[in-house]
C-alpha cells in the first residue's frame, strides 16, 4: 500500500509524545509499504527519506528549533494552514498515487479533507485525546463520565470556559485567551461535523473511543482500537546512568518518576499532594521527580521540578526510576509515558480513566487508584516503595506486555486489516456510483 500520514508536528519537531508514538508508527508501517509523511516545513529540509519513512514537508511561514516548542493555536485554526495542509495532501496524492491517507491530528482534519476531494481516496482520522470532545478539558477533570451537556456550546461558555481561565491563565491575560479559544471551539465544531464523514476512525484505546461515545460525539462509519506502537526496550550504560543523575543532582534514594505536561487534567498537583503524605510516612528519604513544564505547588525538598528536558534524557530517567505515575484526571488515551516506563521495565501507577486500564493490569505490571485521590496514590507509592521485589515483579510483567499485548506486530496487523476494509468499501462505492 501507499499511504499517506498527516503530522501536525513531527520529530525532530515534538512538543508531546504522540509526536514519538507517530514517529513508531511511520517507521513499523514503512518495513511492508511506502510510507509517505505530510507535514509543515518548521526549519527542517524539504524532503527526506529516513529509516524507508519518505518525508513531504510544505512550508510554513512559522519556524520552530528541533525539540518540543509548540507554533500558536491561531495558526493551526487559521485558514491558511487549511490551505497548506490541503494542497500538500492533493499533491502527494496525485504524485505518488496513495491509497489511503491517515490523519493523525485533529487541525489537519479539515485542510486534508478539502485537499483530498473528489479523489475517491479512503480517510482515516486518529483520535489521541479528548481536545475534540472539549478544548478546555475542565468537564473531563470535574466530571466522570463526562457531563450530559460537555459537548454543547452554551455549557462551555457557561462553565468550562471561565474554570479553565480561572486554573490556567493569568488574569491580564484572560480576554486574550477568551479570543482564542472561542476560535479554537468554532474549529472544533467544523472538525467534529468533518469527523462524521471520514472513512474510518482509529481510537489509540478502547477507553478513548468510550468517552467520544459517551459524550454524543459521532464518528466516522468504521471505528477501531487499536493501540500505539511501543518504544524498543532501551539500554543505557551505568557510567551513562551515573552521568544523567550527576547531571541533574539526583540523589540515590528511591525514585518516583512523574513526565508530562504540569497541569490540573494531568493531576501533577495530586501526585505532589500525595508526595507530602509518603514523604511524611515512610521511613528514609524518597525524591519525586516531575519532568515537564507547567505549575504545580511543591510540598517541599523531596520534590524536584526539573523542566522540559531532551528526549534521550528523559529515557534515562525511566531507568533512574523506581515506579512511574500516571495520576491524571482526565481521559489518557493510551499514554506513551506508559509504553515507554514498561520498555524500560518499570512498574506503572496510574487512575481509572480513559486508556490507561488497558496499560495497566493492576496488581500485575501496576497499581490503578481512583482519580483525583491523593491519599489512594500516596498508599499505592508507598506499597511500591517498601516492597522492591514487587516492583522488580511488576516492571518485568510490564516488559514482557509491551512484548506482547501491545507489540507493534499486533498493532500493524490490525491497522492493515482497517485500511484494506476501506480501500476496499471505497473502491465498491466508486464501481456502484454511490
Not at 512550508?59 to 494542497?87: D, H, M, N, W
Not at 498515487?97 to 479512503?122: C, F, T, V
Not at 550504560?237 to 539526583?250: D, G, P, V
Amino acid at each position: 500500500m501507499k499511504i499517506g500520514l498527516v503530522n501536525e508536528y513531527f520529530p525532530p519537531f515534538a512538543p508531546g509524545g504522540a509526536e514519538w508514538s507517530n514517529l513508531a508508527l511511520a517507521k513499523a508501517l514503512a518495513k511492508r509499504h511506502d510510507v509517505f509523511v505530510i507535514t509543515p516545513n518548521y526549519g527542517a529540509a524539504a524532503s527526506e527519506t529516513v529509516d524507508g519513512v519518505h518525508i513531504r514537508r510544505f512550508p510554513s511561514p512559522i519556524k520552530l528549533k528541533a525539540g518540543q516548542l509548540t507554533v500558536p493555536l491561531r495558526y493551526l485554526t487559521g485558514v491558511g494552514f487549511g490551505q497548506r495542509v490541503g494542497r500538500a495532501v492533493r499533491e502527494t496524492a496525485v504524485s505518488h498515487q496513495l491509497d489511503i491517507l491517515h490523519i493523525q491530528n485533529k487541525y489537519s482534519l479539515p485542510g486534508a479533507w478539502w485537499g483530498s476531494r473528489g479523489m475517491d481516496l479512503p480517510i482515516v482520522q486518529s483520535i489521541r485525546d479528548t481536545s475534540m470532545v472539549c478544548p478546555t478539558g475542565q468537564c473531563l477533570i470535574e466530571y466522570d463520565p463526562t457531563h450530559s451537556q460537555c459537548t454543547q456550546f452554551s455549557y462551555w461558555w457557561r462553565s468550562c470556559l471561565p474554570l479553565y481561565l480561572q486554573r490556567y491563565i493569568r488574569p491580564q491575560n484572560r480576554k486574550r485567551a477568551q479570543f482564542s479559544l472561542l476560535r479554537q471551539q468554532l474549529h472544533l465544531r467544523w472538525q467534529r461535523a468533518i469527523l462524521r464523514r471520514v472513512d474510518g476512525v482509529v481510537g489509540v484505546s478502547n477507553g478513548i473511543l468510550t468517552v467520544y461515545h459517551n459524550s454524543g460525539i459521532k464518528t466516522g462509519r468504521r471505528t477501531a482500537a487499536i493501540y500505539n506502537i511501543p518504544p524498543e526496550p532501551t539500554q543505557f550504560s551505568a557510567e551513562k546512568l551515573t552521568q544523567i543523575r550527576k547531571k541533574h543532582a539526583l540523589s540515590q534514594a528511591p525514585l518516583v518518576l512523574y513526565v508530562g505536561k504540569l497541569s490540573p487534567g494531568k493531576g501533577s498537583q495530586v501526585l505532589a499532594d500525595a508526595a507530602k503524605q509518603v514523604a511524611d510516612s515512610v521511613t528514609g528519604n524518597v525524591q519525586f521527580v516531575f519532568i515537564g513544564q507547567g505549575d504545580v505547588q511543591s510540598p517541599g525538598p523531596f520534590v524536584r521540578l526539573l523542566g522540559r528536558l531532551p528526549h534521550d534524557d528523559v529515557q534515562a530517567l525511566y531507568h533512574l526510576a523506581d515506579m512511574v505515575v500516571i495520576p491524571s484526571s482526565t481521559p489518557e488515551a493510551f499514554s506513551r509515558v506508559g509504553l515507554e516506563a514498561m520498555a524500560a521495565a518499570k512498574p506503572l501507577i496510574g487512575t481509572q480513566v480513559g486508556g490507561t486500564p488497558e496499560q495497566i493490569e493492576n496488581g500485575r505490571n501496576g497499581l490503578l487508584v481512583p482519580r483525583k485521590d491523593p491519599g489512594a496514590l500516596a498508599q499505592a507509592i508507598r506499597t511500591l516503595l517498601q516492597n522492591p521485589a514487587l516492583r522488580m515483579q511488576m516492571g518485568a510483567a510490564g516488559l514482557e506486555r509491551v512484548k506482547t499485548t501491545f507489540s507493534p506486530a499486533k498493532s500493524i496487523s490490525a491497522l492493515e486489516t482497517f485500511y484494506q476494509q476501506l480501500i476496499q468499501e471505497k473502491a465498491g462505492e466508486y464501481v456502484t456510483g454511490q
